[in-house]
């Protein structure tokens, strides 16, 4: 029965309580889940560019490791910064409790960035790209748990039924390409040659295209299958609190960009490439949020 | 051994006994509550009547909170108590997002998790939890799930058919029990919530603590 139909029926009000908790995962979150779509993205990019291109991204390998270390750098700052106890965070290392997502990708990612500084010292010091290239594989299939294992961790907020495994890492997955993508046509500037900007367009409208798929998808079937699912995306449906900011994110990220890159293939126009790369980068911060932060407005008890 | 709570409603009458008798027993902070008494009430006047449901920790058997804590600050102790280490906690709020009956909050004193342990210091040294004692109308029953002559064991045993958990769908296997409970106590969506219009309070959020 649903929610609505209850009320109706009992016209039961909670009349005596404690408030509902603040948000326990604030915007610090969001800044890390966006911060590693893009640190995990322009490796996945970079990877595909010099099999696909190598032309174009021979001269790509220093400068994209030096923007993933740095975004995974936020991302590690900000989860740092999110913890009520940061000093105590070594305790994930010398008491880890591996059935916790956290644990694990804390892990993953600590490797993650010695191998980016092994990627760095490969290109900058060493130069020597043929080593450079078989240790980017490395990466690269270490680059794919990394961006999953948020998807994990939320999934085992057995309370926050938004957040399933299966879509949850279809989205972390798209948002990693989306990004990587997007941030690949601003920093190859005018080292990619037009086919280069053709592909990474072309990956950046597909997952814009598949990413919206996704949130139509919850936001229409999704209350079909749980209530509490039904009650969370009511934030963002009719004057819901996060109607307006969801919408935008929609917009932002993916549906201007799509209509943005079938007019680029249309006409050529590198600067329509470069407008759908920003605006991709901005409305994936707010789609991250809206996710976020609706599950956390729903009373659990 | 394994220790489980239940509570008839029908006793209940919401005395907050209980809560104050945590609140005091384990020093619990202002604006944070390991357990608490929420009040429902239900139909139109004239034809209305109030619940009362005691929440706590619910000690689940497969315990979202555990799972998902980094450095197993949240534990299992052999008598099926789900404890913390509040030394060991790093604060991430990864089990105030997993526990589906919102029963752990972030002390704000301390900035780690905490929540109901069933007063685990107090049974230790053979007591019953503070909340127990307190309840003037006992309510609050408490003892081993595993013993068939235990005072819970019995309860359970005379109620059968009228026992619920919170939830059960999330597959937690909670060792707390409701008698005379119905969808109106333990769905939280089977109820109206309008914050800052509850009876006492204008309070509408509260603090997490820290910098959020």
């Given at each position: 029965m649903a929610a609505h139909e209850i009320l109706a029926a009992t016209n039961a009000v909670v009349t005596l309580d404690v408030a509902l908790p603040g948000t326990v995962w604030p915007w610090l979150v969001t800044v890390n889940m966006w911060a590693k779509s893009i640190g995990t993205g322009v490796i996945f990019m970079l990877f595909l560019l010099l099999r696909k291109h190598p032309q174009s991204a021979k001269d790509l390998r220093f400068s994209t490791t030096v923007v993933s270390l740095i975004f995974i750098h936020i991302f590690l700052l900000f989860t740092l910064a999110d913890l009520h106890q940061p000093f105590r965070m070594w305790h994930i290392f010398f008491h880890p409790h591996w059935t916790s997502a956290i644990t694990v990708g804390a892990w993953m990612a600590t490797l993650f960035v010695g191998l980016l500084f092994l990627l760095a010292f490969l290109s900058s010091i060493k130069k020597d790209n043929v080593a450079f290239d078989k240790a980017l594989t490395w990466v690269v299939l270490l680059a794919i748990p990394v961006t999953l294992y948020t998807a994990g961790l939320m999934a085992q907020c057995t309370a926050r039924e938004l957040w399933q495994m299966p879509t949850e890492s279809a989205?972390?997955?798209?948002?990693?390409?989306l990004s990587g993508s997007a941030f690949m046509l601003l920093l190859g500037g005018s080292k990619l040659q037009g086919d280069a900007q053709r592909t990474l367009g072309t990956v950046l409208g597909l997952s814009a295209l598949m990413s919206f798929i996704l949130y139509m998808a919850e936001y229409i079937f999704g209350p079909m299958k749980a209530e509490e699912v039904a009650a969370v995306l009511e934030y963002i449906k009719g004057d819901g609190p996060y109607t307006v900011m969801f919408w935008l994110g929609q917009w932002i990220a993916y549906l201007l960009p799509m209509a943005l890159i079938l007019m680029y293939r249309a006409t050529q126009k590198e600067s329509l490439l470069k407008l759908a790369a920003i605006l991709a980068l901005a409305g994936l911060w707010l789609v991250k949020h809206v996710w976020l932060m609706i599950p956390q407005l729903l009373p659990m008890s | 051994m394994q220790l489980g709570f239940l509570v008839d409603l029908h006793l209940c009458m919401g005395c907050k006994g209980c809560e104050i008798a945590c609140k005091v027993e384990n020093e619990v902070p202002l604006s944070t509550w390991r357990l608490r008494v929420k009040y429902v009430d239900v139909g139109t006047f004239p034809d209305t009547k109030r619940t009362f449901t005691p929440l706590r920790c619910n000690?689940?058997?497969?315990?979202?909170?555990?799972?998902?804590?980094?450095?197993?600050?949240?534990?299992?102790?052999?008598?099926?108590?789900?404890?913390?280490?509040?030394?060991?906690?790093?604060?991430?709020?990864?089990?105030?997002?997993?526990?589906?009956?919102?029963?752990?909050?972030?002390?704000?004193?301390?900035?780690?998790?905490?929540?109901?342990?069933?007063?685990?210091?107090?049974?230790?040294?053979?007591?019953?939890?503070?909340?127990?004692?307190?309840?003037?109308?006992?309510?609050?029953?408490?003892?081993?799930?595993?013993?068939?002559?235990?005072?819970?064991?019995?309860?359970?045993q005379v109620n059968q058919g009228n026992v619920q958990v919170r939830k059960p769908e999330k597959g937690t296997n909670p060792h707390h029990?409701?008698?005379?409970?119905?969808?109106?106590?333990?769905?939280?969506?089977?109820?109206?919530?309008?914050?800052?219009?509850?009876?006492?309070?204008?309070?509408?959020?509260?603090?997490?603590?820290?910098?959020?």
């Open positions: 989205q972390m997955i798209f948002a990693a390409l | 000690h689940c058997q497969n315990a979202p909170c555990e799972r998902i804590c980094p450095v197993s600050a949240l534990h299992y102790l052999d008598n099926g108590i789900v404890n913390i280490d509040k030394e060991r906690c790093i604060g991430c709020a990864g089990c105030v997002m997993a526990c589906p009956y919102g029963a752990i909050y972030i002390d704000p004193q301390t900035q780690t998790a905490d929540k109901c342990t069933y007063c685990a210091h107090r049974i230790a040294s053979s007591m019953m939890p503070a909340c127990v004692v307190a309840c003037p109308v006992q309510a609050n029953i408490f003892g081993d799930l595993d013993d068939p002559t235990s005072n819970i064991s019995k309860y359970i029990f409701y008698v005379n409970g119905g969808n109106v106590s333990l769905n939280p969506l089977a109820s109206k919530r309008v914050d800052g219009h509850s009876l006492f309070g204008k309070i509408t959020t509260l603090p997490v603590g820290g910098h959020h």
